[in-house]
């Protein structure tokens, strides 16, 4: 029974340039959080998303950044035209139907964007 | 605007003790949830404890418990008979969002 899975684990982009992060939830698992870390510091929470809906982006940036979860597929986090402020740990959490974050959730292991 | 303040960056105890990791929150809402989760070097995040504000009885989940103190808004973790394993950074944490607190570092030493 895999978990959460991220990839790429790690990923290098210079200013300017698209960075796609891919998160897999758990089998079974309709709800997928977004999380940033910066160095030394908790996760901020950034979006929630359930199938093919965004359901609070209120901790996302309102420019350069979106999320999708498909019907199909694994969820996406792309940020357009990266700075290095984009720098960060992104963590991707996962829980049950007809459950939310007050329920356990299950993180991957995140993806580390270094912007050059 | 809710907030989680851990007051303690970095911790280190002997194996076999028993350490107490602090926090405070601060919250408008009556009814929530608090967690503490740790974040092992392998970077991934595990939910270690579950409070929810309405039981009056502090979590427990074998060597780990919660002193929960409402009034005051705290929200403490108890490790009792560390092991090595347990060396991680610690971070409580809110609801709904899940709000975190900056984490403790914690160093168990052989």
């Known amino acids: 029974n895999a978990g959460v899975m991220q990839n790429p684990r790690h990923l290098v982009r210079r200013r300017g340039q698209e960075a796609r992060l891919r998160c897999s939830p758990m089998k079974g698992h309709s709800h997928v959080y977004w999380y940033r870390q910066l160095p030394e510091e908790g996760l901020k929470f950034m979006v929630y998303l359930q199938k093919e809906n965004i359901i609070d982006e209120s901790g996302m940036p309102k420019e350069r950044f979106s999320a999708e979860f498909p019907k199909e597929g694994p969820s996406i986090l792309r940020i357009q035209q990266v700075v290095r402020g984009d720098s960060a740990a992104y963590f991707c959490a996962s829980s049950p139907p007809g459950t939310g974050p007050n329920e356990k959730l299950f993180f991957g292991s995140g993806t580390q964007l270094s912007v050059l | 605007a809710q907030t989680v303040t851990q007051s303690q960056p970095e911790m280190s105890v002997q194996e076999a003790e028993t350490v107490t990791l602090s926090c405070t929150y601060d919250t408008s809402e009556n009814n929530y949830y608090l967690f503490w989760y740790k974040q092992p070097p392998s970077r991934q995040m595990i939910l270690v404890i579950r409070?929810?504000?309405?039981?009056?009885q502090n979590a427990t989940e074998n060597r780990f418990s919660v002193n929960f103190q409402k009034a005051a808004k705290s929200f403490s973790l108890k490790i009792s008979d560390s092991q090595l394993g347990d060396t991680a950074m610690y971070f409580c944490?809110?609801?709904?969002?899940?709000?975190f607190g900056k984490g403790t570092r914690l160093h168990i030493l052989p």
């Open positions: 944490a809110l609801d709904d969002k899940i709000i």
């Open positions: 409070q929810e504000a309405y039981k009056q």
